[in-house]
């Protein structure tokens, strides 16, 4: 079998591809260039998050149909129209009850991760525009409190720690978001406006949650109460000045292992325009004495005050959510060779049967 | 680095690790959200600049997991593997879909056109060859690349995978690989106008018919 030769320039590009130094030379420009290009066009094509509820739900529940494509020539006109009516119908009778049963999750309930890969992949789809993004992660710390709430009235108090916690996590990501929609000159303004109710919606549920941490009268461990307390504590103090919070948010909490790492960025913490709510509205000091630092104290930048044993009582089902951060493992399977027969490098498993 | 008997500690450079293989296995929905989240982008991406036309490439992406998921108690590889085996179904169905489609009753032209405007919503179909221009440059030219470099190409630069690993995916040999991205880049460059110092403008290549390979690349094989 005549084997390739071995080619200087090949490797270089090969090297410049996967993002190695390499001298950019005249040859490579051109190529580099196309390259560039190309990646940029295919960058926009993003998936629909509905079509991805879409997909994954024919997976989970195995209920939807699975849209053929055509196999015996290509439908006409009338035809097209009709299948295209019957996928809509398909997609509405799979796609309702998924988003309705998905939506209503709690933590700690089955279908809950799958509520927050949909809100990561609703953001990924609107990272383009800054304002949009701002209004999604409006819309998540919405749904958060929505959920905090609901697991006060059902008495899931267990949960109510590590969901305060992701509640405070969304809370800086909206608002560092909100800041780099001003920042890039877009309308923020109504962003910011759904951010403030939303904050102050936060501030009347946290209240409700206090009060629970308070009562005697209910079956609450002190474990339990105690890390209530200190969640409630520090989400008071992020609520209060939401946007001096940017930094610490990412290391006091990694509230679902789903999530990706936090996107918040790290010098919007420092904005002053980030200052949503006056400080009058300080936040109820908690009868614990873990309560994070006064935030007249609070240093201006984004340095992290991480305090280990609060974070391993508040989010004890979150230790190891970092996995999902994409190490690079660049050439990690070791299996290809360069010079092997193609026949001997062929995968073990078959693709389809 | 682990090969098979390493697999506990073992984490995809997508992030995935064998406790998410094992439990996409069972259909564990956290898991199988997972797997979908870290390959459906990159599988529908390859779509779209494989076919050029979104709901196509949605409903390419969706059967293509659907038979990943479902094959998967299947698959007996480390957990690195599994995007190399994801896209070795989704060339496997891009080959069938091109299959039915080449069996289609030719259509008038009118009817698919105005129906292809409408749905992207355009007002015409004048309006949206005009968008489609604009939009998709790079990946109209590509057509012009034949069936490999395109391939390699898409698999580098859609699915992110290194030369090895597209090498594995439609067993050829590194240097095969890293050849065909290095003509289909340089026929690329000489496509959009960008200059090409390797390629001169008279050389017959790609081949006006991107089902048969050159000499060269004959020799490659």
Do not use: C
Request: net charge negative.
């Amino acid at each position: 079998m005549p084997r390739p030769k071995p080619n200087k320039l090949h490797d270089e590009l090969d090297a410049l591809l996967d993002g190695r130094p390499v001298e950019l030379t005249d040859e490579l420009a051109p190529l580099a260039e196309a390259a560039d290009a190309l990646r940029a066009e295919l960058a926009a094509y993003q998936l629909d998050p509905g079509v991805a509820d879409r997909h994954l739900e024919r997976v989970l529940h195995g209920s939807a149909t699975v849209v053929s494509l055509p196999d015996r020539g290509q439908p006409n006109g009338w035809d097209l129209r009709r299948r295209l009516a019957a996928v809509v119908l398909a997609a509405a009778l799979v796609l309702v009850p998924a988003t309705m049963a998905s939506a209503a999750a709690l933590p700690g309930q089955p279908m809950y991760p799958f509520k927050r890969a949909i809100e990561e992949l609703r953001i990924a789809s609107v990272q383009w525009s800054p304002s949009r993004e701002a209004t999604e992660r409006t819309r998540v710390v919405d749904a958060r409190v929505d959920e905090l709430d609901r697991l006060v009235e059902l008495q899931m108090f267990n949960q109510l720690a590590p969901t305060l916690d992701a509640l405070k996590q969304a809370v800086v990501e909206a608002t560092a978001a909100v800041n780099d929609a001003r920042k890039q000159g877009e309308v923020a303004a109504e962003a910011q406006d759904q951010l403030n109710q939303v904050v102050g919606l936060s501030k009347q549920v946290l209240a409700k949650v206090a009060d629970v941490a308070k009562s005697t009268s209910l079956p609450l461990t002190g474990a339990t109460r105690s890390a209530i307390n200190t969640a409630v504590a520090e989400t008071q103090n992020v609520l209060a000045q939401p946007g001096r919070q940017t930094g610490s948010g990412g290391s006091a909490t990694a509230p679902d292992p789903n999530s990706p790492p936090a996107s918040a960025s790290p010098g919007s913490g420092s904005s002053p325009s980030s200052q949503t709510q006056p400080s009058t509205s300080a936040p109820e000091q908690p009868t614990t004495t873990q309560a994070p630092a006064p935030t007249t104290t609070t240093p201006p930048t984004t340095t992290t005050t991480p305090e280990p044993t609060t974070d391993s009582t508040l989010t004890p089902e979150s230790a190891g959510g970092g996995g999902d951060t994409g190490d690079e493992q660049t050439g990690a399977n070791g299996r290809a060779t360069e010079d092997a027969d193609p026949a001997d490098q062929a995968p073990a498993d078959s693709p389809n049967p | 680095m682990l090969g098979f008997g390493g697999e506990r500690e073992a984490v995809s450079k997508v992030g995935l690790t064998a406790a998410d293989l094992v439990a996409a296995r069972r259909r564990e929905p956290a898991a199988v959200t997972r797997v979908y989240t870290a390959y459906a982008p990159a599988l529908f991406r390859f779509f779209m600049a494989a076919v050029g036309d979104r709901h196509q490439a949605e409903d390419l992406t969706g059967t293509t997991f659907v038979s990943a998921i479902e094959s998967l108690p299947r698959f007996r590889g480390p957990i690195e593997a599994l995007g190399g085996w994801l896209f070795q179904i989704a060339r496997h169905d891009l080959y069938d879909h091109r299959r039915k489609q080449s069996r289609s009753r030719i259509e008038p032209l009118e009817d698919n056109l105005n129906e292809a405007a409408r749905m992207a919503g355009a007002d015409d179909p004048e309006e949206l060859a005009l968008d489609r221009v604009d939009a998709d440059r790079v990946v109209a030219a590509m057509r012009q690349l034949s069936d490999d470099q395109r391939e390699v190409l898409l698999l580098r630069m859609a699915g992110g995978f290194t030369a090895p690993e597209v090498a594995e995916i439609l067993g050829k040999t590194t240097g095969a690989v890293k050849a065909l991205q290095h003509r289909g880049l340089a026929s690329l460059a000489r496509v959009l106008g960008l200059r090409s110092p390797e390629q001169p403008q008279e050389r017959p290549y790609p081949s006006p018919d991107p089902g048969r390979l050159t000499s060269q690349e004959e020799e490659e094989r």
